[in-house]
């Protein structure tokens, strides 16, 4: 047995808990690991609550990444204690995940651990951290260099939003913030962000072609915000989309695309292949200020994990939560 939080779906309905877990649930998998830290993600909030349909099999393990020590291996590549971190492959969602004590995958899915990062760390960063960091290497691989003007950072004070300023701030672009939290605006700047403005600016139907501005946008919002950030990229810039806190739609025209060559990447951290991982996870190595990241992140226990999976949902979170899995 050991503990964990374990969602459930019966007839009292969706429920999560903290409570002690038979390994039986554990799924089946070629490694076991000994789950040091963890972390809460917008989608962990999803499927902790159950307000959008994140979980496929019950009962599940949430927690879309961990960091630990490989405990038990049949897989060639891992041997007991060997140290190693995990985002997406539908763990969390699919396949029990991160929030409890053991984890058992495939060792297909596993990345060592960095050697420039803790265990710790690495969950700080963890799969917000790791998708910013594939959107500023998307950024990057288009083309937009920290000359060609303003970058546009949406849902700053997030996850996603707070790593990706700390990058682009170290890699010399000028970041300006799109936030719901003026009041963060402090926060934001000591991350790197040269300047901040109000989300509700991005927030409802603009026209299909506005004032060029953004070089490049890193885009956690989704819906009229992504629209509206598509419409203001200059000519020939690039728009990395990997959120949907403000919505799943996207209530945009071509006119960006085909009037001013603007580029939409789509980016995807679950499936990501392992050698994009890889070079993410070096970049995070080289070109994250481990101060930044300390200022970002906030502990918490496993006991916690429930009560601010709702905080996160609710916008009140501001930068990482990571979570102390061991008791
Ligand atoms: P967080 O909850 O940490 O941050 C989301 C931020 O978005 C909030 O802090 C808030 O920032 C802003 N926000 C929240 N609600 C709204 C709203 N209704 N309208 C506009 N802005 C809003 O989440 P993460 O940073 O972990 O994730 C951000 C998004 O990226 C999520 O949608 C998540 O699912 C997605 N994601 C996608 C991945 C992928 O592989 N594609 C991987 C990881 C995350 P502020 O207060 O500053 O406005």
Redesign the pocket.
């Given at each position: 047995m050991f503990q964990g939080i374990l969602i459930n779906k019966d007839e009292a309905g969706y429920h999560a808990a903290l409570q002690a877990i038979d390994e039986a649930v554990l799924p089946a998998g070629d490694v076991t690991v000994r789950v040091e830290w963890s972390t809460l993600?917008?989608?962990d909030?999803l499927a902790i609550t159950g307000r959008s349909p994140v979980v496929r099999r019950f009962p599940m393990i949430p927690g879309i990444d961990f960091a630990g020590t490989v405990s038990d291996s049949q897989h060639p590549l891992w041997q007991k204690g060997d140290r190693v971190i995990l985002n997406?492959w539908g763990v969390g969602e699919t396949h029990c995940g991160g929030l409890a004590e053991v984890a058992r995958v495939k060792g297909d899915w596993l990345v060592r651990l960095p050697e420039a990062f803790s265990a710790r760390q690495a969950m700080a960063i963890g799969?917000?951290g790791y998708?910013a960091m594939l959107c500023v290497m998307a950024l990057q691989k288009h083309g937009v260099l920290s000359t060609d003007g303003e970058i546009l950072v949406?849902?700053?004070?997030?996850?996603?939003?707070s790593v990706a300023i700390a990058l682009l701030a170290r890699l010399g672009y000028r970041v300006v913030a799109?936030?719901?939290?003026p009041a963060?605006a402090d926060y934001l700047k000591a991350l790197g962000a040269e300047s901040v403005i109000d989300?509700a600016e991005l927030?409802t139907p603009g026209k299909p072609l506005a004032r060029e501005r953004w070089a490049g946008v890193v885009d956690?919002?989704g819906s009229h915000?992504l629209a509206n950030a598509c419409a203001s990229t200059r000519y020939g810039g690039a728009v990395a989309a990997?959120?949907?806190?403000?919505g799943m739609d996207f209530p945009s025209s071509v006119a960006p695309f085909i009037l001013r060559g603007v580029t939409l990447y789509g980016?995807?951290?679950?499936m990501a292949p392992l050698a994009l991982r890889q070079q993410a996870w070096n970049r995070l190595a080289s070109d994250l200020d481990p101060e930044k990241l300390a200022a970002m992140t906030v502990e918490i226990g496993l006991a916690d994990a429930i009560g601010e999976a709702e905080k996160?949902?609710a916008?009140q979170?501001r930068g990482r939560l990571v979570v102390r899995v061991q008791s």
């Amino acid at each position: 047995m050991f503990q964990g939080i374990l969602i459930n779906k019966d007839e009292a309905g969706y429920h999560a808990a903290l409570q002690a877990i038979d390994e039986a649930v554990l799924p089946a998998g070629d490694v076991t690991v000994r789950v040091e830290w963890s972390t809460l993600n917008y989608k962990d909030g999803l499927a902790i609550t159950g307000r959008s349909p994140v979980v496929r099999r019950f009962p599940m393990i949430p927690g879309i990444d961990f960091a630990g020590t490989v405990s038990d291996s049949q897989h060639p590549l891992w041997q007991k204690g060997d140290r190693v971190i995990l985002n997406g492959w539908g763990v969390g969602e699919t396949h029990c995940g991160g929030l409890a004590e053991v984890a058992r995958v495939k060792g297909d899915w596993l990345v060592r651990l960095p050697e420039a990062f803790s265990a710790r760390q690495a969950m700080a960063i963890g799969t917000a951290g790791y998708t910013a960091m594939l959107c500023v290497m998307a950024l990057q691989k288009h083309g937009v260099l920290s000359t060609d003007g303003e970058i546009l950072v949406t849902g700053a004070n997030g996850g996603v939003g707070s790593v990706a300023i700390a990058l682009l701030a170290r890699l010399g672009y000028r970041v300006v913030a799109s936030t719901g939290r003026p009041a963060e605006a402090d926060y934001l700047k000591a991350l790197g962000a040269e300047s901040v403005i109000d989300r509700a600016e991005l927030a409802t139907p603009g026209k299909p072609l506005a004032r060029e501005r953004w070089a490049g946008v890193v885009d956690t919002v989704g819906s009229h915000t992504l629209a509206n950030a598509c419409a203001s990229t200059r000519y020939g810039g690039a728009v990395a989309a990997c959120g949907l806190a403000g919505g799943m739609d996207f209530p945009s025209s071509v006119a960006p695309f085909i009037l001013r060559g603007v580029t939409l990447y789509g980016i995807d951290s679950v499936m990501a292949p392992l050698a994009l991982r890889q070079q993410a996870w070096n970049r995070l190595a080289s070109d994250l200020d481990p101060e930044k990241l300390a200022a970002m992140t906030v502990e918490i226990g496993l006991a916690d994990a429930i009560g601010e999976a709702e905080k996160l949902l609710a916008g009140q979170v501001r930068g990482r939560l990571v979570v102390r899995v061991q008791s």
